[in-house]
């Protein structure tokens, strides 16, 4: 008998993280919408603040796309933000320019108890239309594309939200860690809630597959991380397993070193994402053959293009070829990249 094979399971990125070694790998880059082009820039400032951008359905989906038509990846992700959380859950976030998120931090058990979980998915309706309307645009205009939804790590938003703002230290959250795990696992397990929702509302809304972005894990002690990076994360991954049955799920506990072995053993990922720092020849060694990895380009290589650009691409090509395997960067892309660089290394991807 004939085996039909739908087109949904023949896009690369889903094959990819299914477990296949697809060869040329997948490609898709960590903010590849935003400053670096200038279509981006001429939409956001027609959209004014950029939490206006993201709850925008019609300008956040057309920003989504812009990466796609101009370069072709295989992935396209949810324009959005990993604060989207905070702000559904009550919090005041605003983008100040120059400097990056700031939220009123929560500074009481009053402050976290106060927080909003049950209304996560009302607020974020627009950005779930926005979901919705990738989904529609990438089948007429990119049937190959893999449609990503996210959301920050448990651990990672927790930062922020009793911080308030970027810091080096993150010294409230991984204080608090210390001084009062019951009520910062509180606040841990009141994201654990609000994310696993906002997940399984991105998936019916037509997300493809999810990425979970624990950008901060790297700063914890091992059995810190244990707790408050692999234990949420495998309490999300559980939940999801059950509720969007073949949604495969990415985690990125961006500098977790050799962490990675645990988190890729026990958060329940599918494929681990993995951070500049790390050589991608001992995490093709730490984590099990079946299990896809994706990374790992220095966003600065990126920047600087040419023999720089193509030798450390290669090499990281040559860790991964035989494994299941997505091409990403270790990081976000930065805003001085040049976008003729991006096409650039598609190129070189695509004859890998
Ligand atoms: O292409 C994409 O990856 C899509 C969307 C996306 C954004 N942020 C858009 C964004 C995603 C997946 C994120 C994740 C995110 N946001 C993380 C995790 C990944 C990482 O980079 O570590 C974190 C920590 C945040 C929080 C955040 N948002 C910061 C610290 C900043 C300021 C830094 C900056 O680049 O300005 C943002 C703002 C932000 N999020 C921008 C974009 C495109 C820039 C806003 C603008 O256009 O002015």
Known sequence: MERSVSPVSAKPLLRA???EAVWPPPAW?????????PEYRELRAKAGDFISLCTTPQLA???????IRRFGMEGAILFS???????ALGQPLRFAEGEGPLLEPLRSAEAIAALHPGTVVERVAPILETVARVRRGLAAEAPRTTLIGFAGG???????????RGSKEFAAARGLAYADPALFGRLIRTLQDATVEYLVAQVEAGAEALMLFDSWAGMLSPGQFRRWVIEPTAAITRTLRRRCPGVPLIGFPRLAG???ADYAGRAGVDCCAIDT????RWAAQAVPPTMALQGNLD???LVAGGAALEAEARSILAAMRGRPYVFNLGHGIVPQTPPENVTALMRILRSA
Do not use: H, K, N
């Open 17 to 19: 993280l299914g477990g």
């Open 277 to 280: 720092a790390m050589d991608p």
């Open 29 to 37: 880059l960590m903010r590849q919408a935003g400053r670096y082009l």
């Open 61 to 67: 989906a057309e920003v989504t796309l812009q990466p």
């Open 81 to 87: 933000d990993i604060l989207m959380v905070p702000w």
């Open 258 to 260: 050799p962490l990675l």
């Open 154 to 164: 448990c651990f990672t938003v927790a930062c922020y939200m009793l911080e308030g």
């Open 299 to 301: 966003p600065l290589a």
